[in-house]
């Protein structure tokens, strides 16, 4: 009797870790941005089809810091980056936080040709929709992301 409860929870967790790895996404594909506000996506879609630039206006537009020139020099972070690590393919979701009703915290990993690029991205809920109120990337995760063990 026992062998036979074993067998079936045996079976049962690997079946389990079957399922869920055949669910991860392949980071090799596009993430399709479902759940995200749209001022990261439409972002990170300038990025890939327009280049760093257009990508930074795209996620500043409308917010606290559209036209400031230090949001703007991120375009050159992102520049250097690829200079580094090759083409930008693609994003991965890290995790969403809701600090708020009104404040939600995105961590990213965007994916290049040799390696990644870690971002934070802090959105606020506004009347005309989601704004970016700050945004940070960094080849380092331990400067973007929180307290790693």
């Known amino acids: 009797m026992r062998k036979s409860v074993f067998l079936v929870f ?8 079957v399922a869920s790895i055949a669910q991860s996404p392949d980071s090799s594909q596009k993430h399709d941005g479902a759940g995200l506000p749209s001022i ?5 879609d300038a990025y890939k089809d327009k280049g760093p630039d257009e990508a930074v206006r795209a996620w500043i537009k ?7 020139k230090d949001a703007l020099t991120q375009a050159n972070n992102l520049r250097q980056v690829q200079d580094y690590y090759g083409a930008y393919r693609a994003f991965e979701v890290m995790s969403t936080r809701d600090l708020t009703p009104k404040v939600r ?13 870690f971002a934070k991205f802090v959105v606020y809920r506004s009347d005309q929709g989601w704004i970016l109120t700050s945004f940070l990337f960094n080849t380092k995760e331990g400067a973007v992301l929180p307290n790693l063990p």
């Open 10 to 17: 045996s079976c049962a967790l690997l079946f389990g870790r």
């Open 40 to 44: 990261i996506v439409s972002g990170l």
């Open 62 to 68: 409308g917010s606290p810091i559209d036209e400031s």
């Open 105 to 117: 915290i995105v961590y990213l990993v965007l994916d290049y040709d040799k390696g990644p690029l």
